[in-house]
């Protein structure tokens, strides 16, 4: 990653500093004048972490009383990291992105860059953390046919899988998708894996099936359906039919006669229905159709009486109005000159008491009168009105007796003997055919079908037997496929695994990986130091001191010496992840001898690196590389600063 300028805003002690970066860069100043900064503003920018602060805090880096800081790095494009109070935001262009998006461009890992920038926080790891991160960076680039090879390889030697990529076409498996070899190893393994427990459950479900079938098998082994036993059950199957016919006609013939039993009593009790409807419509109807005759014959009798009653007084009155003398209505004197019988009394001789007595006759005759127009026109032609209407509802109820008697009743009793008349049929039916009950054939044919079930149910074990045995064989043959494929699958996890072809690849890289360091340590040691990243047997970083003749853990060294190595670490850290960039701080910890030997370091790697970053506390003329850029950094101030002398140290 080639870096031309670097611009700090409000970061730690930089309040605004620009820095226009060459190949080589040399940061001197004093202690906190700001020169670890802008080494750290790589890391800062790619991980949004520094190493260099107090638990990697980045938002510590913001100077005191401002809100935000920024750290840009610009390469082919400006990347800036904005830094706030709680949070950071990333920026390509102007354009915020995600640190995945930007590591991913870039094709490198946070850990990484943090394993690059900061090779001390690398080498103060546990021996299993330098392992896991070491093979994640070793996981580089591959030639996937060569993997295949090395893999197919491996494989041969659990089950015979010489292909393995022949193996995963004729699977229906694709090989997966991968970066880098770690990757593809981790997930060639996983697909193996799970294709093995796939297998592993469909192998242990077929030999549990195939143990079920070979029990079932084993008991129908001696069963045999001979020529015999199949004429037999000819034999008894037609005689099951004739038996069958001859019951059938039987059973039809009994049926029959039920039927006609059952219809003997449904006759029966149609012929108590209407017999009983007879007798109710004589004892009801008939009874109430006479007494409703009698009772309106009575009421016209009675109407017919209080009528002559109302008749004989209307004379009476009438005879009484004759008898009555006359008066004369001018005068009001009666003109007849004898005793009135109906007053009853001598006839008056005073003219007044002719007066009163003519008054009382004049009254008590119209009284009459009215008596005689109140029957005439009331109580006399209601009783003749009432009389006519029981008179007629009479003649109505003997019309509606006559009617029953005549229409009614002759129905019924026809319907009655008509009923009686089946009835004697169906008993004559139904003793004709009384006693027909099923004969001994019954009994032959329980007997026929029993044993043509013993024989069909020996017929059909034979036949599931055979059945089982062609199961049975293409079962154990797709357990043989099964089995094969499980094998070939598990030769791919073992070939796969930590202790398969991974582990070659990872011993082979990590001697690569150890020889490069090794040749490092050379030029910075003159050969003195040798590292052993695999020590008996196990993952345990240790240094071959030359002059000691002894193996020592790199923590065991002086801090000047674990300089040193860890500077050669960082440099092959730098060539697996591809970043080809390099960061040196602390240069004042070498003394003037490993100054000599550091300087020609980095004559030696220059060109594999785009971009490199030196920083020391010695003054600028005591730290002079070839080619490189000096500055001066004073409180936060950048000063370019030029160099006269030739390049020496």
Known sequence: MKIKEIRLRNYRNHRNTVVECDHINVFCGRNRSGKTSILSAVETVLTGRNEWAEDGRIQDCIQYGEKKAEVTIVG???????????????????????????????GIDPQMVRAVCRTDKFMALKASEQQKLLFALIGGTFDESKFLASVSEWAKRYAGVSDIAGFLKQSGRIMPEASNLTEMLESL??????ERRGLGRERDRLEKVIDNLESVVADSKNLRFTEENRRTLVDYEAQRDKLNQSIGAEESQMKLAEET??????????????????????????EKLRLAATSYKQQMEQFDHRANELRQRYMAIKTELA?????????????????????????????????????????????????????????????????????????????QLHDYEQANLPKLV???????????????????NRGSQPHSDREKLAFVNREISELNERK??????????????????????????????????????????????????????????????????????????????EFDPRVFRKDRNEYLPINAL???????????????????????????????LFDPEMRKFFVMFIEKVKDSYETIF??????????????????VVENGNVIPFENKEPASV
């Open 323 to 399: 008898s009555l003398p006359t008066v004369d209505s001018k005068s009001g004197e009666m003109q007849d000159k004898y005793e009135c019988p109906v007053f009853a009394f001598d006839c008056p001789v005073s003219p007044n008491d002719r007066f009163k007595a003519s008054a009382r006759l004049q009254k008590r005759r119209q009284e009459l009168k009215e008596e005689m127009e109140k029957i005439s026109s009331g109580e006399g032609r209601i009783m003749g009105q009432k009389s006519d209407e029981a008179k007629t509802k009479w003649m109505e109820a003997e019309r």
């Open 189 to 194: 393994n996983d697909m193996a894996t799970m």
């Open 558 to 588: 002086s801090h000047t010496e674990q300089k040193m190595v860890g500077l050669a670490i960082q440099d092959a850290l730098s060539h697996l992840s591809g970043l080809k960039i390099l960061l040196v701080d602390e240069l004042e």
């Open 261 to 286: 039993r059952r219809r003997v009593e449904r006759l029966r009790n149609d012929i108590d229905e209407v017999s009983s409807v007879i007798s109710k419509l004589k004892l009801v109807n008939e």
């Open 414 to 432: 026809e319907k009655k003997g008509r009923l009686e008349q089946e009835l004697k049929e169906a008993m004559r039916y139904a003793d004709a």
């Open 76 to 106: 082919a494009n400006p990347v800036t990291r904005v830094i706030y109070k709680k949070n950071t935001e990333l920026k390509l262009d102007k354009q915020s992105i995600t640190n995945d998006v930007l590591l991913g461009s870039l």
């Open 614 to 631: 030196l920083g020391s506390r010695h003054k600028a003329e005591q730290i002079l590389v070839s080619n490189a850029k000096t500055f």
């Open 460 to 537: 059909n074990k034979v036949e599931q037997y055979q059945s089982n045995e062609a199961q049975l064989e293409k079962l154990r043959s797709e357990l043989s496929v099964v089995r094969k494929d499980h094998e070939s699958w598990d030769a791919v996890v073992k070939a796969t695994s930590d202790t398969g072809v991974r582990a070659e690849i990872v011993r082979s890289q990590i001697a690569t990986f150890e020889n490069r360091i090794n040749e490092r340590l050379g030029w910075l040691t003159d050969g003195e130091f040798k590292i052993w990243l695999v020590y008996e047997g």
